[in-house]
């Protein structure tokens, strides 16, 4: 109940019943919903609202009446301010639960079908140290924490770390980040004690200028390490001074490259890259029935960050395919062809497409180290390149395996698919919301046959789904 009015902006006692889709509780005060960062269902809690609609609030949790049996303490020093890991104060049995009721609830609310076969979600192995790349951000804006003195001219505003959520300019400074195993956390915490030490100039979000502006780092199931250094404004000294200490204290990285950016965006797909030390890439692997896949990344590819659940992801789009050994198979949103790739030996041919080139590159690259000959990929904009004239030369597909991005497939690639008329269509999708959108028009021909969601990224909100469509007779 509210003290006062709604207005108000303070409600007592709300009662945490639900966790919405970007990860907030949920609760009700009259007919008021409150979504409360870091509360957790089971919650009871004194709620500030600081933003506030017609019949619904954003507020913070003030104070903490009855937990929920499902909280815990984060392990994390920069829980609650860091947003990476929004979840850390949630079981990871209670994340697979309230993962698993998004998928549902969106399927069945937003796409109005039956999702009640839905399988238990795959859990991930691991639920610290499970990514393969993390990037950091120098930043002359350190954020500053409740109790330091803003004023102070001798405080170190300099900062390696992640952006604050919400606020592009400013810098949380990490110790230890429980993402990425080790060298991460000993690489990062390094390069930035030897930067302070001989005076470099961190990058200034606004002014756009200072010397270091990105550190990149990318890890492998084989063991090979990649980094990535970015510079803005630094002179050849700065640059050769830095490469070289990184080369000397970590001989364990077997490709050491740097960029120089001059840029306002902190994009690297169109900048060149320069190879301090080793290759331009590292190796990833893959088992399959088929022997070892090896997966060739570089330091702008596109590789799904959990390697472990990466491989059970797919074997599932494999697995819901169904494939018989003679399908022509469209493999949509293909990035650097690991699903084309990973599916290629048990089919008689795949036809990848993917917006961004260097992906395609990477895709091709990748079936040549495989000696895999039975794939084609296209680069281009999908809703352009997926087109009748693109089918008729190629070919109607026996299986459509789709990936996109978190908006989804654009109104004219799921249109195509409706004219297309494969029998199977396997979606796989890291947005429930935008995936059950799609399948609201793809529902009027195909029926849903099965959702199996998959746990890509412990301790937060954000989930994978892949579900099988089967063309109607």
Not at 304 to 317: C, G, H, P, R, V
Not at 390 to 401: L, R
Request: aromatic share 10%; glycine share 6%.
């Amino acid at each position: 109940m509210s003290r006062g009015a709604k207005k108000s902006k303070f409600f007592e006692n709300v009662a945490i019943i639900d966790i919405a889709e970007e990860g907030k509780g949920v609760g009700k005060a009259d007919d008021f919903v409150l979504f409360v960062d870091k509360a957790i269902p089971g919650d009871v809690a004194d709620v500030t609202v600081f933003k506030s609609k017609k019949n619904f609030g954003e507020g913070r949790l003030t104070e903490l009446k009855k937990a929920s049996e499902h909280r815990v303490k984060a392990f994390c020093e920069h829980f609650g301010t860091c947003g990476g890991c929004k979840w850390q104060h949630m079981t990871y049995d209670a994340q697979l639960t309230f993962k698993q009721k998004s998928v549902s609830d969106a399927i069945n609310r937003l796409a109005k079908l039956d999702a009640s076969g839905i399988m238990p979600i795959v859990a991930s192995p691991a639920d610290k140290y499970y990514r393969n790349k993390l990037e950091f951000t120098f930043s002359n804006k350190r954020w500053l924490y409740d109790g330091e003195n803003r004023d102070d001219q001798q405080l170190d505003m300099n900062a390696l770390g992640f952006h604050i959520p919400g606020r592009f300019d400013k810098i949380l400074d990490v110790e230890h980040c429980y993402l990425q195993a080790e060298p991460s956390n000993a690489l990062r915490n390094s390069i930035r004690d030897f930067v302070k030490q001989h005076g470099y100039s961190f990058y200034d979000l606004k002014q756009h200028t200072g010397a270091l502006r990105n550190l990149i780092i990318r890890t492998s199931s084989t063991g090979e390490v990649m980094v990535v250094m970015v510079f803005a404004y630094a002179t050849d000294d700065e640059v050769q001074k830095l490469m070289g200490f990184i080369e000397a204290e970590f001989p364990q990285i077997t490709s050491l490259l740097y960029i120089i950016n001059h840029k306002k965006n902190d994009t690297i797909f169109d900048q060149d890259v320069v190879a301090f030390k080793g290759p331009e890439y590292i190796y990833e692997e893959m088992p399959s029935p088929n022997g070892v896949i090896k997966f060739r990344i570089g330091p702008k590819s596109f590789y799904q960050t959990n390697s472990i659940q990466a491989l059970k992801l797919y074997e599932i789009t494999r697995d819901f395919a169904g494939f018989k050994g003679d399908e022509l198979v469209y493999d949509l949103y293909t990035g650097a062809g690991t699903i084309a790739n990973f599916v290629a030996g048990h089919v008689r041919e795949v036809v990848g497409v993917e917006y961004v080139p260097s992906a395609i590159e990477d895709a091709k690259i990748n079936s040549q180290i495989n000696n895999i000959s039975n794939t084609k990929f296209y680069a281009g904009d999908m809703k352009d390149v997926l087109s009748a004239e693109f089918v008729a030369e190629h070919g109607k597909p026996e299986v459509i395996i789709t990936d996109p991005p978190r908006a989804g497939m654009h109104p004219d690639v799921v249109a195509r698919l409706m004219d297309i008329e494969a029998p199977k269509i396997v979606y796989v999708s890291c947005n429930a919301a935008t995936q059950a959108r799609d399948l609201v028009v793809l529902k009027e021909k195909y029926d849903l046959v099965k959702i199996q969601p998959v746990d890509m990224f412990p301790h937060t909100q954000h989930v994978e789904n892949v579900v099988l469509l089967r063309l109607r007779d």
